[in-house]
């Protein structure tokens, strides 16, 4: 009999305490919140987008104060700490960090490291507490090894009109492993399905990079850069070779054009027939242009000094890069393509410059 009305009280406690926990309409209490324990937590990151989940212990009666990485902080409403201090879902995106709120848990999902050291906070709060989660990615792995790459320089600038610049290696059977442009990460070897990875054994790669044109030939590097007409900007290209690992910081200087006379380039931008044919272009008399540089879809082809002084000289230049042809004839400029059997649009452009003054000609061809 003693057993059995032990059992019948147990049970009615438990009753009791369920009742309570789904009671949905009963206020909560800012002055008597529910016991919450927050604990301030440090995470580590590496190089790879990875992703982390921290749980909390309580759906409800917390929430996420704030986000914050170096650059950018999100402060969150009232209504959505409310919607999460009730147990409601919550996401957002901060530069590089995506944090999800979903029940106890909080998943933390970073992208690929920009190669260097970064952090991020996310504060978290109840009535009568905060605590912080503080995230670390940790930056490229300086490698055990010595220098068996051998750079003949780490810095490089370029001049405004993005001419190249050559970088020697004393080693070989190095590779790229990511480029950097104005502090974004474009390339990452890690994600390449192309030739370039192959590069350690070849010798050989060649990548765009918005601005920034990276290419190597037999273990040297060229780099150049579109033309530059705004403020300066920056890149930085990491190579590593076994457990050694190297950087190329490099700047573009702002192309000045202030004291140049416009070329005047008339149209500046034409489509040539898929067939084929010839497009001109005029310029403004009695000036000494020159072409610069032309690109073929995403390939860049320099013209030499010798002939950019032809050019000035003589006012006369002619050249072909793999299906058009660059003319220039006193003040005209002309275009010539092949037909276009490739089956989809081609695009070029070719830049000319006379001092400090450019113009661009930007082109395209449609498919047979």
């Known amino acids: ?6 059992t019948v009280m147990t049970l009615m406690c438990l009753m009791a305490c369920s009742n309570d926990d789904n009671d949905q309409k009963q206020p909560i209490n800012p002055e ?7 604990n301030d937590t440090t995470l580590t990151f590496y190089l790879f987008a990875d992703t982390c989940t921290v749980d909390i212990g309580s759906e409800k009666d917390w929430w996420i104060e704030e986000i914050a990485t170096e650059k950018k902080v999100i402060k969150l409403t009232y209504e959505e700490k409310q919607t999460m201090m009730e147990g409601g879902a919550y996401e957002a995106q901060c530069q590089w960090v ?6 106890k848990k909080i998943q933390i999902a970073i992208d690929n490291s920009d190669c260097i050291e970064r952090t991020f906070r996310i504060t ?6 905060t605590a912080t989660i503080t995230g670390i990615q940790k930056d490229m792995p300086t490698g055990s090894w010595d220098d068996n790459i051998g750079l003949s320089t780490k810095t490089v600038t370029l001049n405004g009109a993005g001419d190249p610049a050559t970088v020697t290696t004393e080693g070989k059977h190095w590779w790229i492993t990511t480029i950097e442009v104005d502090g974004e990460t474009l390339y990452n070897s890690y994600y390449d399905n192309t030739e370039n990875r192959n590069m350690y054994q070849t010798g050989k790669f060649n990548k765009k990079c918005d601005w920034l044109n990276v290419s190597v030939d037999d273990w040297t590097l ?8 705004g403020a300066g900007r920056t890149f930085k290209i990491h190579l590593q070779a076994g457990d050694y690992h190297d950087c190329i910081d490099g700047t573009q200087e702002e192309l000045m054009t202030g004291g140049g006379t416009p070329i005047n380039l008339k149209p500046k931008q034409v489509t040539i027939p898929a067939e084929g044919g010839t497009q001109t272009c005029t310029t403004d008399k009695d000036i000494a242009w020159i072409i610069h540089c032309t690109y073929i879809n995403d390939n860049i082809y320099y013209a030499t000094l010798d002939e950019k002084e032809n050019c000035a000289d003589t006012g006369k230049f002619e050249k072909t890069y793999e299906w058009l042809t660059v003319k220039r004839d006193g003040e005209n400029l002309y275009v010539t393509a092949q037909p276009n059997n490739t089956g989809k649009e081609r695009t070029f452009k070719v830049v000319i410059t006379a001092g400090d003054a450019g113009d661009t000609l930007y082109g395209t061809q449609p498919a047979q």
């Not at 978290?124 to 507490?129: E, F, M, N």
Request: without cysteine; positive net charge.
């Open 1 to 6: 009999m003693k057993n059995f009305i032990i």
């Open 32 to 38: 008597q919140p529910k016991a919450v324990e927050l």
């Open 98 to 103: 995506n944090v999800k709120r979903n029940g």
């Open 124 to 129: 978290l709060a109840t009535y009568d507490t």
């Open 222 to 229: 060229n780099i150049s850069a579109d033309m530059n007409y």
